[in-house]
């Protein structure tokens, strides 16, 4: 039976931010599925800050061909095809793209684990790659939180961000979060349990942070950079602070001009580290930390809640919204 | 016995680089020396880069007063006074100060360990805090190198520098400095037996750093800052490489505009780690660190040249030809 796919691709580049002219739509018919291969009906796309970075020459992730789907991650229901111990009706993961039906090779998928009450979506959710197991990977194997830690979270209100204060608290951590408005600082405080909000765009966030944490910040999850991370560093504990970056929002439109943390210095004052990490590079440790959030869901500790776009149409101001910052919790597109 | 103390105080602050007349010189009588106070006659004394941070408001270390000996690290000889397990001759480690006798609390000073034909000069050379220990601490505690290791240096002609080379080759890594000028890039190679040395006032780092090291950087052991990490970092290995920030004498002349790395988003991409550190935190090390060191010594396979200044009268133009990077190896001034 062919599928009709309807598909989101990059018509142009563009230095700054993307406009909506520069994605085309377009339905393509996927006549043959070559062997080893599956059509996977999309469920859920995960809007995340990386794909960002592929619509623009010299990213740092792989530049997307123009004309090429743009990537996503997500989850789907195979619909045909097979290969590779996958069937017609697995659940699977992986880069589906922003589109409604995705071919691809069975190898490339991961087939989910559905047992103990975890929903398709929750691998876009809490244990998604890109936003729960990314917040443990820089939470606890890169930064190793310990319960005595304050914890200073950037972008606290994003996907990511809500991820690490909830970890962070259930670990024991005092947390102090940041991020953009009023409401999401109530969020912060009222659905995630932060100790302490920051509005950034109301508020002198070093000052704010100093007034918060008078003995330092021990640990700094950062997806935001720019002058959030020049405030963290001039707060860091008086030793052994880590940070971790995972990401640097405020700066990813212009990738050739970064604005470096004047404040690093403070590192070697302070005998601190600022570590980078690749999520998929801490693999091992994926079991561990799926057990540990789905333990925590169960307990009710852990809830990330969902800002769903509906329709694949919509899938490019959906990641213009992301960066515009117009969500709180999860943000993911249903095609 | 009177001891008349030439010292060498400060004047007044400056932004940006010292001047002579920012320094003043006077002799002064010690005439009392308290219960548990020793008088050193001051023999070398260790010309170091945060010295230079002391001399300017605002600074991470503090700020020495107007009218206040310039502090410096040194070694003498107890002339006068004991307590604290010291006495008359004995050969000591400590803040002396920029002066030619010192008077201090026997407790604020370190007894020296002169076995194995080790010289007090060693303690402000191979074996000093901010020279041996720093380059120790830095590379191995800090870094944790690895014999597979490829090792970048930069100041990698100055004292901590010429240590990190060649504690790394005796380590079994390949190694690459970062000097200026032929001179400096010669002592690298010939001296310190480095396996490529760049000239950063005649070459692109960026290209050559690319150039030597194709599989990219495992270690960065930083003591410049500014542009020469900005390019040790986009020549980053493809993962787990780590960067220890020593110092960053690029920068100490305008603290209030350092110069952030642009490219600190390398991190992120290649799973690295940049960690400052204060060689004092580290302490619980010193004594690994100064066997490792004293037995390389023996075997011939560490030796720090010393370029040594003669007369207290010359200190503040030797505090200024470090930062002229005007010498090799270790600066030092003998009072």
Same mark, same amino acid.
């Given at each position: ?23 085309? &739509?377009?339905?393509?018919? =996927? ?86 009450? =975890? ?108 002058? =959030? ?13 880590? =940070?971790?970056?995972?990401?640097? &929002? ?86």
């Amino acid at each position: 039976m062919p599928h009709t796919n309807r598909r989101v691709f990059i018509r142009q580049y563009r230095e700054g931010m993307p406009a909506l002219e520069d994605f085309g &739509i377009e339905d393509l018919e =996927i006549a043959d599925v070559p062997a080893g291969h599956v059509v996977v009906k999309v469920d859920t796309l995960s809007m995340d800050a990386w794909i960002r970075t592929t619509l623009t020459p010299g990213s740092f992730h792989e530049t997307a061909p123009l004309g090429s789907t743009i990537r996503a991650l997500g989850v789907g229901q195979v619909v045909e095809g097979g290969g590779e111990g996958l069937a017609i009706g697995d659940w699977v993961f992986g880069m589906l793209a922003a589109q409604t039906h995705a071919l691809a090779p069975a190898a490339s998928l991961t087939k989910l684990d559905l047992s103990n009450s =975890i929903q398709p979506r929750d691998y876009v959710g809490p244990l998604g790659l890109t936003t729960g197991l990314t917040a443990w990977v820089g939470l606890i194997a890169v930064a190793e939180v310990k319960a005595s830690d304050t914890v200073l979270v950037s972008g606290a209100a994003g996907a990511v961000g809500s991820m690490v204060v909830q970890l962070a608290k259930a670990r024991g951590c005092r947390v102090i979060g940041i991020a953009g408005g009023p409401d999401k600082c109530r969020y912060l405080k009222e659905k995630l349990g932060a100790d302490v909000a920051i509005d950034y765009k109301h508020a002198d966030v070093a000052a704010e942070v100093a007034a918060a944490a008078p003995g330092g910040i021990d640990v700094f999850f950062d997806n935001v950079g720019g002058e =959030i991370l020049d405030a963290a560093l001039a707060n860091l504990a008086p030793a052994d602070a880590r =940070i971790a970056i995972c990401g640097a &929002i405020s700066q990813y439109s212009d990738l050739a001009n970064v604005r470096g943390p004047k404040n690093y210095l403070k590192l070697a004052e302070r005998n601190a580290a600022m570590k980078g990490f690749v999520v998929t590079h801490h693999a091992a440790r994926f079991a561990e930390a799926r057990a540990e959030i789905a333990a925590l869901m169960r307990e009710g500790k852990v809830n990330l809640p969902e800002h769903a776009v509906h329709g694949i149409d919509h899938f490019a101001e959906a990641l213009l919204l992301l960066f515009a910052g117009g969500h709180t919790g999860n943000l993911v597109v249903q095609p």
